[in-house]
C-alpha cells in the first residue's frame, strides 16, 4: 500500500489553515512528538503555543497520541487547553474514529497533521481523513538514527511537493 498524504509542507506555518476552513474541515487533529513539541519534553515551542491558541478559533484541536507513558501525557496536558488522546495505536484507526463520533464530527470535517507517514498518515488514509505531512519539528537536532528511520520511512510512501496542491 502506498502512503501518500494530501499535502507535504517543511513545517506547522507552511499549512494553508484558511483554505482547510473554506473546504470545510473543522476538527485538526495533530500528532504530538516532533510534530507539535520536541519528542519527550514535554513543552510547546513559543511560536507553536501561539499557532495552536490561534487555530482554536476556528478549529477543533486534539491531540492524537501513540504515546503510553502516563506521566509525560500528564505533563502535556497540564500545558495543553484542549484534549489529548494517549494510547492512540496509529496507524488503526479506531481511536480517531471515535474520537469524531463523540465530537458529532464527520470524517471530511478531519484533518490528520503528523510528522510519521507509517502512523499518522496511514492512520488518516485508512480513515478517510484529510493528511498532512509535516517535517520533524526538531529536524536539525535529531540523532542520526532518528533521520535515517524517517529516511527510510520517506521511501515506503511517495512525498508530493509543498505546493498545498490536493491531489485525487
Not at 499535502?7 to 512528538?33: H, P, Q, R
Not at 519527550?40 to 477543533?60: A, R, V
Not at 497520541?65 to 497540564?78: A, E, L, W
Not at 498532512?132 to 526538531?138: A, G, N, R
Amino acid at each position: 500500500m502506498l502512503v501518500k498524504p494530501d499535502y507535504n509542507v517543511e513545517s506547522l506555518e507552511d499549512i494553508d489553515f484558511d483554505a482547510l476552513k473554506s473546504e470545510g474541515k473543522s476538527v485538526l487533529m495533530f500528532d504530538l512528538d516532533s510534530t507539535l513539541m520536541p519528542s519527550k519534553s514535554g513543552d510547546y515551542l513559543p511560536k507553536t503555543k501561539e499557532l495552536l491558541k490561534k487555530l482554536q478559533q476556528d478549529f477543533t484541536v486534539v491531540i492524537l497520541s501513540n504515546n503510553t507513558n502516563q506521566n509525560y501525557i500528564d505533563k502535556v496536558r497540564s500545558v495543553t487547553d484542549f484534549e489529548v488522546i494517549s494510547h492512540a495505536r496509529k496507524p488503526d484507526t479506531k481511536v480517531m474514529l471515535d474520537y469524531l463520533n463523540r465530537i458529532g464530527k464527520s470524517v471530511d470535517e478531519a484533518v490528520m497533521i503528523g510528522d510519521r507517514p507509517l502512523t499518522d498518515i496511514l492512520c488518516g488514509q485508512n480513515a478517510n481523513v484529510t493528511t498532512i505531512l509535516v517535517d520533524s519539528i526538531t529536524k536539525d537536532t535529531e540523532h542520526k538514527i532518528v533521520r535515517f528511520v524517517r529516511f527510510l520511512e520517506d521511501r515506503k510512501s511517495t512525498r508530493l511537493n509543498s505546493s498545498h496542491v490536493r491531489t485525487s
